[in-house]
């Protein structure tokens, strides 16, 4: 499968602990976006990656949460000291001429 | 600030009966507008895109912006066109970070 892949697809966790989240995109595309899915919502924008760089991050994204992208291919995204309010379905996409492809998602749940 | 609005949460159709999903968007520049659809137990995917001007599996959508909508259309619904349909806008073509609105969900009846 050359699509996009997120790890884990589920992840249940405890309030107060930290979490991270992978995402591999399609090889050559250089753009890498992170979203949030609560229920009922559309995807919410969180950040998005050109290559290595960070070039834009939503206000959604409080100072918990940090991406990655270290060698411009795989991302991380880390969400430190959990809430409540983080449960979502968080996803990722990648894109090189503006049409996004996205993965299956991780479904996170905060206790 | 950039807003995508689809007014209806349910859609149901009979088979084979049209079907007009609304998006309208708020954005003052010249924004690029998408269809994205997901299957059930599927991941989102794009269904088109108004700069290509295709239709995709029957779907059409045309770009008005004198109203700011996008709304899609398909002259002759069937059942497996049943899923959760939501319009997207990017205000940068280049960038590609899109505003999704909250979705349709679309059920095809026999």
């Known amino acids: 499968d050359t699509g996009v892949s997120q790890n884990p697809r589920h992840k249940i966790t405890k309030r107060g602990q930290n979490v991270t989240f992978r995402c591999d995109p399609i090889?050559?595309?250089?753009?890498l976006y992170w979203y949030r899915q609560t229920l009922g919502q559309g995807p919410e924008f969180l950040t998005y990656?050109?290559?290595?760089?960070?070039?834009?991050k939503s206000r959604l994204l409080s100072d918990r949460f940090s991406a990655e992208r270290p060698k411009g291919s795989f991302s991380t995204l880390e969400i430190q000291r959990t809430e409540q309010g983080d449960s979502a379905m968080y996803l990722c996409?990648?894109?090189?001429?503006?049409?996004?492809?996205f993965g299956p998602g991780t479904r996170l749940t905060v206790l | 600030a950039q807003r995508v609005t689809q007014p209806e949460k349910l859609l149901s159709v009979f088979k084979g009966a049209p079907v007009e999903l609304k998006c309208n968007y708020s954005?003052?520049?010249?924004?690029?507008l998408f269809w994205y659809v997901q299957y059930s137990r599927q991941r989102l995917q794009l269904l088109l895109r108004?700069?290509s001007r295709e239709s995709i599996k029957g779907f059409t959508a045309d770009l008005n912006k004198g109203e700011t909508s996008f709304h899609l259309k398909k002259p002759f619904a069937q059942e497996e066109d049943s899923a959760m349909y939501y319009c997207?806008?990017?205000?940068?073509?280049?960038?590609?970070?899109?505003?999704f609105g909250d979705g349709t969900t679309l059920t095809v009846k026999p």
């Open positions: 954005y003052s520049g010249s924004p690029e």
């Open positions: 997207a806008l990017s205000a940068d073509t280049n960038a590609g970070k899109s505003t």
């Open positions: 996409a990648s894109s090189l001429t503006g049409t996004q492809y």
């Open positions: 990656f050109q290559n290595e760089a960070q070039l834009e």
């Open positions: 108004h700069i």
């Open positions: 090889s050559e595309h250089n753009r």
